[in-house]
């Protein structure tokens, strides 16, 4: 497994219009795009900075786990998401460490990516998201 840099850093969100006026107004950021991921009950918008996004999430439904979250611990950082060169073969060398992974298999995700999420009680309570982008 190697790990190649920060993919992204996911925001969690109530209101995704009114947020992107801060990033895009006040910070000058530009929105790359956005996108409903229904199976995971998001609408995403991405803000590049760098070689790297901000990834604004409002959920779509109020039982989805971004609509948990902000219920839980308000606005803010989400996860960190990291950008590796094989997501199969990250999962495997993570759970032969030991770790806990929420996906023990890939999935979709926003932009096109293949993820999975590593459980925070095995990452000092930090939501970690391997990504692959083909």
């Keep these: 497994m190697k790990t190649l840099k920060i993919d ?6 109530k209101n995704l219009e009114e947020t992107l006026s801060f990033y895009t107004d006040v910070l000058g950021l ?12 998001v609408k995403v918008a991405f803000l590049p900075v760098g070689d790297s996004e901000i990834e ?3 959920s779509t439904d ?18 960190i998401a990291f950008k590796v060169d094989s997501i199969e073969e990250a999962i495997e060398a ?8 929420i996906d ?3 999935r979709y995700g926003a932009g096109g990516a293949r993820i999975a999420f590593v459980h925070p009680k095995s990452s000092h309570r930090v939501l970690v998201e391997l990504t692959q982008r083909d």
């Design 8 to 13: 992204h850093i996911g925001i969690a969100v």
């Design 62 to 79: 109020p039982e989805g786990p971004i609509a948990r979250f902000i219920e839980k611990n308000g606005e803010g950082i989400q996860h």
């Design 104 to 106: 023990e298999k890939p």
């Design 56 to 58: 604004l999430l409002e």
């Design 30 to 41: 530009e929105v790359a795009g956005t996108e409903v991921v229904e199976e995971q009950k």
């Design 94 to 101: 993570l759970q032969a460490k030991g770790m806990r992974m």
